[in-house]
């Protein structure tokens, strides 16, 4: 179990979370993404800060905690705030990372205005280290697995996107996963030359050049002293998505005064000429986790915008809680089968009339029409540009249909990711979209560019009849062999809902 502690509270022994889970092909072990701190100072003395910042994080600190860890290629200047620790770590590899340090013992602080932490921590609720504790079966030591192909060069030429190993040794080393220890740069900046003597006690340890580098699952950043540094030579394409997607922090931590950005074009071009070609065999290492093509391509090539879909591709809603007809779908419901919720709202959708319909809020527009074409061309024009300042303001459209337009450009988007089961959002407004006759919709989510999702166009209503026909028709067939009979049935039971009730008690069908 991790629990927190301040960053000025951590202290040696310590075992810090310096990474998030990562996407796993081969699992993740206990204690993985957790190093032992070996040392800690803390600075006081914040003078090197960039002065003038309007960086939110640099003006608010006060004190900075910068821990020295086992396996790690640098110091780790953490952000203020609470950090996760292990309560309870694995006993022979405390012992193994403990007889083993990775940082020289009783070095002098190594960056100016800092001391090494106080003993007892402040604001320490739990005084003592983690727990040692022994595993109810220890595994027997067994040959290294395989792992992912790598190759080093100077910490100056990482770049952004590189998977870099922060954590090169977890107790035992042959239960080490393919790519553990390695995780993604998502920024880096450089120190260097006279910007080193303000930072540094000791400027000659940086070698001439400071790398800083914010990677992903790390609530800091690493300082890495030019020395050659180990990255991935092909990283999981699947896990590199992911992560490029669900990024852990934007920029640096802290703002430095002399950081330099290096130019992104030029780092590409270097390490092109410095990374090897990988073993044919890199591949197979990675299984995906997709079992369709699609859903594959959808992770790794898809983007996330708005784009027009028809409304027939999209699913019907799954509970219209705040609907006026809330109850009329729950007792249609009742007579399918569990978890077929949508066949009955698309029922439902062919039994309300236009009376119906007008009672409800969310059909309460002038022209759907005409918003879901402000929608469309405010998403096509230039972001920030004035044609589309004059298209937010939406003149043409009535008060209350501004209003609806602004809820689909806004956090009020109709979200749906191609292929999905279900909304993530807009059940309702979906809803008043087909009643208002719009067959192609402005949809939110992810998609591949490219793809066209406008085909087929139908109308609602008979999309939402051959939706429940269809349905009928492929359950009865599953449970009366003959399919002439089967059709006959279906028809019935699309007509008279109370005829469903005489179907066999099995088909398990959901309860009101």
């Known amino acids: 179990m991790a629990i927190p502690h301040m960053s000025v509270s951590l202290r040696p022994g310590d075992y810090l979370q310096i990474a998030a889970e990562r996407m796993a092909v081969d699992g993740v072990p206990a204690g993985e993404g957790f190093a032992r701190i070996e040392r800690v100072e803390i600075i006081s003395d914040i003078n090197f800060l960039s002065p003038g910042s309007t960086h939110i994080r640099t003006r608010a600190v006060r004190q900075i905690a ?34 083993h340090p990775w940082w020289p013992e009783n070095a002098a602080p ?5 001391r090494p932490a106080a003993e007892p921590p402040p604001f320490r609720s739990r005084v003592q280290g983690p727990d040692l504790v022994v ?18 060069k100077p910490a100056h030429m990482v770049m952004v996107g590189d998977y870099l190993q922060i954590h090169a040794l977890r107790h035992p080393q042959w239960d080490m996963r393919v790519d553990e220890g390695f995780h993604r740069v998502e920024w880096i900046g450089h120190l260097a030359g006279e910007a080193l003597v303000g930072v540094l006690n ?27 540094v180990t990255v991935l030579v092909q990283p999981n394409p699947e896990r590199r998505r992911s992560d490029e997607d669900e990024a852990w922090h934007e920029g640096p931590f802290y703002e430095l005064a002399g950081v330099t950005e290096p130019e ?61 007809h809330h109850e009329r779908a729950q007792a249609l419901a009742a007579t399918y089968p569990e978890g077929h919720n949508k066949t009955a709202h698309a029922e439902l959708f062919t039994r309300l009339s236009d009376q119906d319909f007008a009672t409800c809020p969310y059909h309460q527009a002038d022209d759907w029409k005409a918003v879901t074409e402000t929608v469309l061309d405010f998403t096509r024009a230039e972001p920030d540009s004035e044609a589309q300042d004059r298209l937010y303001d939406a003149t043409h459209l009535s008060d209350r249909d ?63 009849k051959r939706t429940v026909e269809d349905f009928w028709s492929a359950h009865l067939t599953a449970v009366f062999r003959p399919r002439l009979l089967s059709a006959r049935l279906a028809r019935l039971l699309v007509r008279y809902p109370r005829l469903r009730s005489l179907l066999p008690m099995s088909d398990s069908r959901a309860r009101p």
């Open 66 to 99: 910068v821990v020295f860890c086992h396996g790690m290629p640098g110091p780790v200047m953490l952000r203020e705030g609470d950090q996760w620790t292990l309560s309870e770590v694995d006993s022979g590899r405390a012992r193994q990372d403990s007889a």
């Open 110 to 114: 190594l960056f100016i205005g800092s």
């Open 135 to 152: 595993p109810a079966a220890r595994p027997e030591p067994q040959p290294p697995r395989q792992r992912a192909a790598v190759f080093d």
């Open 202 to 228: 000791d400027p000659s340890w940086a070698r001439g050049h400071l790398t800083l580098a914010s990677v992903h699952g790390l609530s800091g950043f690493l300082v890495l002293p030019e020395v050659p």
């Open 264 to 324: 992104p074009a030029e780092q590409r071009h270097t390490d092109a000429a410095l990374r090897p070609k990988p073993p044919s065999s890199e591949s197979s290492l990675y299984p995906s986790r997709f079992d369709s093509p699609i859903e594959r391509a959808l992770h790794l090539d898809g983007v996330t915008g708005t784009r027009l879909v028809a409304a027939s591709r999209l699913p019907w809603p799954h509970n219209l809680f705040k609907c006026r």
């Open 402 to 464: 501004r209003s609806w337009f602004r809820s689909l450009i806004g956090g009020g988007h109709i979200w749906w990711d191609h292929g999905s089961k279900y909304l993530t959002n807009g059940q309702h407004r979906l809803c008043a979209l087909r009643a208002a006759g719009v067959e192609a919709v402005p949809v939110y989510g992810r998609y591949l560019p490219g793809l066209d999702e406008t085909t087929p166009s139908q109308d609602a209503r008979a999309h939402a």
